[in-house]
């Protein structure tokens, strides 16, 4: 079972490898599938490689990676025990944001990601990622830290870790998002150790006057976002206000060091992290 995941997902990667679906293979040193188990319970999906990941074929391996390295130990995470990938699977030019046409062109390689690994809970890093994986659920100022469910699965959508690079600030809201992400994935775990309920053998009652049924879930540490399906006719409701503009964020190449100062336009060379 495991390893049928396993291979579906080798398959998947190398698929990427040598994909030209779209012009951002024509730039690209290599393209960058995804790291991490086909059986890992989280997943973590961001916007795009950017200059070191397409150099290295791995994703977040620059200093937004570092960033969210430090995060997922933060709560008790391995980085080795999460999937990690993208959007789009290219590096967009001078870490450009990702054209709608290449997303839509690489939209099935991460379908097929979520559908082989099916994680506990999904993250989604930054405003693209959440545009994405939760079109119409609203911006990231408003559902970041919250736990969205859409269809059969969770979503927590977080600010892209590259922010914290530029926004001092945003690292404590991350760090909180994570605490809270702890609390879910503990949740999912309790759930996922409930007995079953026994079998019935076939011509029997029901059920037994003495069968132990099974321990309740535990309640939830944050109120579930549930979402319309995406029904293409159906708009999905609007769980946040109305954002105010998103402050668009570059990250330079190769990765930044220095945070932006807080009173300057971002530069059109910047990647958009929000
Ligand atoms: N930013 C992303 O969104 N993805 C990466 O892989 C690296 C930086």
Known sequence: MQSG?????????EHILVCTDCPLHLK??????????????IMAVGEGPGETEDRL??????????????????????????YITNVVKCRPPGNRDPEPAEM?????????????????VILILGRHALARLLPGAGGISGL???RVVRGDR???????????????SLMRTLEDDMRKVRGYLDEAEARRRQPLPAAVPEGRAVASASATPPAAPPPPAEPLLRLASDEPDEPAPRLA?????????????????EPAPPSEP???DQLSLF
């Open 28 to 41: 690209r040193t290599q393209a960058v599938p995804g790291t991490g188990p086909a059986g890992a319970r």
């Open 5 to 13: 995941a396993a291979d579906a997902l080798a398959v998947v990667h």
């Open 144 to 146: 970041h830290g919250s």
């Open 266 to 268: 971002p530069g059109r």
């Open 241 to 257: 206000p109305p954002e105010p503009d998103e402050p668009a964020l570059r990250l330079g190449s190769p990765d930044p060091v």
């Open 104 to 120: 839509e062109a690489c939209s099935h390689f991460l379908d097929a990601q979520i559908e082989i690994i099916r994680p506990d």
């Open 57 to 82: 074929g791995r994703p977040f391996v620059g200093a937004a990676g570092n960033v969210l390295t430090k995060l997922l130990e933060s709560i008790g995470l391995r980085r080795d025990d999460i």
């Open 154 to 168: 969770l979503y927590v959508p977080l600010y892209h870790p590259a922010a914290a690079l530029y926004q001092g």
